[in-house]
């Protein structure tokens, strides 16, 4: 039978805690994704679980791998110019954001210095949490922004930090994550050196032929809120200590009906009550939208062939 899957894995959190392998797969005859597979590896086992993560890519078939951490470097990792300071870094994707940020905020300044008082009226638009997928995609000839990211921008960008991706993502998902999850998207603000140092020697045991890709949790259910197939109050639920084993099982049936993926029982309770194997299961659903050629393209400004970050469209 010809069939197409793609795995995911999620290794953030602590040394104890469990981490898991999803795959998902695709059936043409049946017209049906399944979730195939979900196996918890101890990180405190660690060269059981990194033997684990080999086998399981080998046995499985698996081609296509999402991940949740940087696949790409800074543009400080690997310079060696005699360095002129943050704010004067010479590395043309770093001048182009920088150049990016800049225009923006002149750009946000001109509107309040050519009409004030109408600046002041489109302010609290600005500030309204939009989660519309056709207003995110919408381009417009100005950029109105609001008090919290006009602040970030205003912090600037620093090369040893973030990658040129994360400008983009501030561009459209800041007020999102910052409403809804109270965090910011920075690179290398929630990952390890461990966890990079590690991965970096898992895949050098992985077939030549996989490609990695990286996503975030949180972009994703933001995605998910702006396609209607999940509420807001289901993802205001999911870390709520009592409530958060509810919301993802309602978040979880919403997510099967909507975008056509069948879970077993079993899996489903693994699902439910362990966020790690939801955060796995949300990097599959953005790995889906891969083998579907939905996912949204990146500028190249944003180096995507070293990134290989999606953006996915569940419409």
């Not at 973030?162 to 459209?172: H, M, P, Q, S, V």
């Not at 020697?201 to 972009?219: D, G, M, S, T, W």
């Not at 509810?246 to 099967?256: G, H, Q």
């Not at 949204?296 to 469209?313: A, G, S």
């Amino acid at each position: 039978m010809d069939t197409k899957n793609i795995g995911s894995l999620s290794m953030k959190g602590g040394r104890n805690d469990n981490f898991y392998f999803c795959l998902i797969e695709y059936y043409p005859e049946s017209h049906r994704w399944f979730l195939k597979s979900l196996l918890p590896v101890k990180d405190e086992e660690a060269n059981d679980s990194d033997e684990a993560i080999r086998a399981w890519i080998h046995n499985f078939g698996v081609k296509q791998l999402v991940v949740d951490f940087p696949l790409s470097k800074a543009a400080c990792a690997d310079c060696e110019i005699e360095c002129p300071g943050a704010g004067h870094c010479p590395k043309p994707v770093v001048v182009t954001v920088r150049e990016k940020i800049k225009n923006l905020l002149n750009e946000d300044q001109k509107l309040i210095s050519t009409n004030p008082k109408k600046y002041e009226q489109e302010r609290n638009k600005a500030d309204e949490i939009v989660y519309n997928r056709d207003i995110f995609l919408k381009e417009t000839s100005h950029h109105l922004l609001s008090r919290s990211f006009k602040r970030r921008l205003k912090k600037g960008f620093l090369p040893y930090w973030n990658r040129a991706l994360d400008f983009w993502i501030w561009k459209y998902y800041y007020d999102q994550l910052l409403d809804t999850f109270n965090t910011s998207f920075d690179s290398f603000g929630n990952i390890s050196l461990m966890i990079l140092s590690r991965f970096s020697y898992i895949k050098r045991h992985f077939p030549k032929h996989v490609e990695l890709f990286e996503a975030n949790a949180q972009i994703i259910l933001i995605e998910l809120l702006r396609s209607k197939v999940i509420l807001k109050k289901d993802v205001d639920m999911l870390s709520d200590i009592e409530l958060g084993v509810e919301a993802r099982l309602d978040a979880i049936k919403k997510i099967e009906q909507k975008l056509d993926i069948f879970i077993y029982n079993h899996d489903l309770e693994i699902l439910v009550k362990n966020p790690r194997a939801f955060d796995s299961f949300l990097l599959a659903l953005a790995g889906q939208n891969v083998l579907q050629d939905k996912n949204l393209k990146l500028p190249d400004w944003t180096v995507p062939r070293e990134t290989n970050f999606i953006i996915p469209n569940f419409g």
